[in-house]
């Protein structure tokens, strides 16, 4: 029995090509997906754009976050998992509408993916409206695996940010270039009372999560 089980899962991988387990789907790509994966602009940063009849995901790593956060005064980098089903990660409308409020001191949001995953991406943009750019975590400078991927960003971000069961903060904020707070943001106040932080602080609040 065990030995047709296992022929089972070999057909089913030849077929598949592959598994992927805690990947970002840049593997799965089709040819015509990659035509709308673009490398980083940081003109597009600030620029309204029209997910709705051409959607195109942008490339970032940690030097393009870095150069994002030299030219703004706050910047709002927000990780997002466009494949969960959770109202957080498929009602992206409040990322907006939080930083239009902002827009007028300075404030920027980079609403980053983890996954390339195309369709789950297009799906919850177009129903959401969203005006604003979507990056992407850069394979080539992260790599294919989640949880790495996510490691590496926030010990670029800030290493000591890195231990335990502490790297699943969905929001970091930033003052000029200095991380000041790193944990959820989803309300006015929240941003409010962090354009109030100075520069030399670093707050955390970061929520206990796995893959």
């Given at each position: 029995m065990k030995y047709l089980?296992?022929?089972?899962?070999?057909?089913f991988v030849e077929s598949c090509g592959f598994i992927q387990i805690n990947e970002n789907d840049?593997?799965?790509?089709?040819?015509?997906?990659?035509?709308?994966?673009?490398?980083?602009?940081?003109?597009?940063?600030?620029?309204?754009?029209?997910n709705i009849d051409s959607l195109f995901i942008y490339e970032i790593n940690s030097d393009n976050i870095k150069e994002v956060t030299k030219e703004h005064a706050h910047t709002w980098i927000h990780l997002w998992r466009p494949f969960c089903h959770a109202d957080v990660c498929q009602n992206i409308n409040y990322l907006t509408n939080?930083?239009?409020?902002?827009?007028?001191?300075?404030?920027?949001?980079?609403?980053?993916?983890?996954t390339y995953g195309f369709k789950d991406i297009k799906n919850v943009v177009k129903n959401s409206q969203f005006t604003k750019p979507v990056f992407v975590l850069q394979n080539d400078y992260y790599g294919y695996k989640m949880k790495?991927?996510?490691v590496k960003l926030v010990?670029?971000?800030?290493?000591?940010l890195v231990s335990s069961k502490k790297i699943w903060s969905d929001d970091y904020f930033y003052k000029d270039t200095t991380l000041i707070y790193a944990g959820s943001i989803e309300d006015?106040?929240?941003?409010?009372?962090?354009?109030?932080?100075?520069?030399?602080t670093t707050r955390t609040s970061i929520p206990n999560k796995s893959y």
């Open positions: 089980i296992a022929l089972v899962f070999l057909i840049f593997r799965s790509l089709s040819d015509h997906d990659k035509k709308y994966i673009k490398p980083f602009d940081s003109k597009i940063v600030t620029t309204k754009v029209n939080l930083t239009d409020n902002f827009a007028s001191k300075g404030l920027v949001l980079l609403l980053i993916s983890e790495k991927n996510r010990t670029d971000l800030k290493p000591e006015r106040n929240k941003i409010d009372s962090l354009m109030q932080v100075s520069n030399n």
